[in-house]
């Protein structure tokens, strides 16, 4: 039960401040619960096949050049994991009446990305144990956050946007690019200072999801003036 606690909890904390945050016209509950479970199982199947079909076109060998830890952490990890999330965001809650200003893509990218970090914390916390659940409570989903709030607020533009496809495919582009960073930062960690470049790149997103936090919260479609 414990292991289940670290495993969830720093998910938890991440979605009710983005819940909260949401001032003004707040998403239904049933809506966003089935939304996590979406990123949880729907997310993880989906990367899990996207995963299967990369290494199949671009097999990494055991021992990898710095070139192809580039490509597992841009492509085989960032690009697939993002693109799972992005799809359930998508196809699934941008469609529904409920996402009905731009903040709300902030709400949903989140829940279906903390879906997705409670499974992942899941498998590794059980596997790993619990220094494990309180490293990644404070590096993996926050950077699983960060890489949600950044792909959520261009899709909330895109939803209310003539240039949808665009502003929906920069959301994706963009958290592709910060979770390529940082893996490939993790992944060459051998390289004395790269993890430095992670812990760069996660500040630099955090600082960014500020900003567009309170720039979707500005212009909000409910807002009272």
């Known amino acids: 039960m414990d292991l289940l606690l670290l495993a969830i909890a720093p998910a938890m904390i991440f979605i009710i401040f983005i819940y909260l945050k949401d001032k003004i016209e707040k998403e239904p509950v049933p809506f966003l619960i089935k939304n996590f479970l979406l990123g949880a199982f729907g997310?993880?199947?989906i990367t899990f096949i996207l995963g299967v079909l990369a290494n199949l076109i671009y097999p990494l060998t055991d021992d990898k050049t710095v070139f192809q830890h580039f490509i597992k952490a841009f492509v085989v990890v960032a690009l697939v994991e993002e693109f799972s999330k992005y799809v359930i965001v998508k196809y699934y809650a941008q469609k529904n009446k409920e996402f009905n200003e731009p903040y709300d893509g902030i709400v949903y990218a989140i829940v279906v990305s903390m879906g997705f970090a409670v499974l992942e914390n899941v498998l590794y916390i059980f596997q790993y144990g619990v220094t494990t659940g309180i490293i990644r409570a404070f590096t993996a989903v926050p950077a699983?956050?960060?890489f949600a709030i950044l792909m959520g607020y261009f899709m909330g533009k895109a939803k209310f946007s003539k240039n949808k496809i665009q502003l929906n495919l920069l959301?994706?582009?963009?958290?592709?690019?910060?979770?390529?960073?940082?893996?490939?930062?993790?992944?060459?960690?051998?390289?004395?200072?790269?993890?430095?470049?992670?812990?760069?790149s996660l500040i630099i997103g955090i600082v960014l999801s500020k900003k567009v936090i309170k720039k979707?919260?500005?212009?909000?479609?409910?807002k009272i003036l």
């Not at 959301?171 to 812990?199: E, K, Q, R, S």
């Open 43 to 45: 997310s993880i199947l």
């Open 144 to 146: 699983h956050a960060t």
């Open 171 to 200: 959301g994706l582009l963009v958290a592709t690019i910060f979770h390529g960073f940082y893996n490939f930062f993790l992944f060459i960690n051998y390289i004395p200072g790269t993890l430095i470049g992670a812990i760069l």
């Open 216 to 222: 979707h919260q500005e212009n909000s479609n409910f």
